[in-house]
């Protein structure tokens, strides 16, 4: 991979642990609407779009606009519970110094993913976030998204995740694959290109 000039990340599970957040604010949801559905079956879910998940969960006669907007805030209000996977900031300094470029593609709102990005001073070349605009993962938009604004081919450019869904949107965009074998998937993920932590990122470049 020593010749790759664009690298793509998932944000949740692969450069933020976000799961004490998510668990505090899924556990409202579900008490608030009656939704009796464990935070386990949620989670095993997640890397897709919030409503997306919902309809997987088959959460009917409900108000959907409202159970995520419950979730959004109470995730904000839990800021605090959100932190860094170890060795991030230093390997993203090392990316950026072999003039590497580097960019974000998540299901996670862009309210958030901004707030979440400027919190541990992280930037990015570019972030594509759940906007209502472009379709989420599997499909491959956001990522062909950030390849037409950089004008990046798609064999030079890889993206790293860590659930079933992040496997499969590479996949379907063309491009290689880095599976964050530390993240959040339910199950292991057998993968050719695997790493245990951030730190090993180092060795593809």
């Known amino acids: 991979m020593k010749d790759k000039t664009l690298f793509l990340f998932d944000l949740d599970g692969v450069i933020i642990d976000s799961k004490k957040n998510m668990e505090l604010s899924w556990n409202l949801v579900n008490k608030k609407f009656k939704l009796n559905i464990s935070f386990e079956k949620y989670f095993s879910l997640i890397g897709r779009d919030f409503k997306e998940i919902l309809k997987i969960l ?53 309210l958030r993913t901004k707030k979440i990005l400027k919190k541990f001073s992280l930037n990015f070349n570019e972030v594509r976030c759940s906007d209502g605009l472009l379709s989420g993962k599997p499909k491959p938009d956001k990522i062909f998204s950030i390849l037409k604004k950089l004008k990046i081919s798609k064999s030079k450019t890889v993206y ?41 990122l180092i060795n593809t470049i």
């Not at 605090?80 to 990316?95: A, D, E």
């Open 160 to 200: 790293v995740g860590d659930m079933m869904v992040d496997k499969k949107t590479a996949k379907n965009a063309g491009v290689e694959y880095i599976h964050a074998q530390y993240g959040y998937a339910p199950k292991k993920i057998n993968h050719k290109n695997t790493i245990l932590s951030f730190n090993e």
């Open 58 to 110: 088959k959460i009917k006669n409900k108000d959907l606009d409202n159970i995520e907007l419950t979730f959004k805030n109470a995730s904000l209000k839990n800021f605090n519970k959100y932190s860094l996977f170890p060795k991030v900031k230093m390997v993203l300094k090392i990316f950026k110094k072999k003039k590497i470029k580097i960019g974000i593609v998540t299901s996670k709102d862009c």
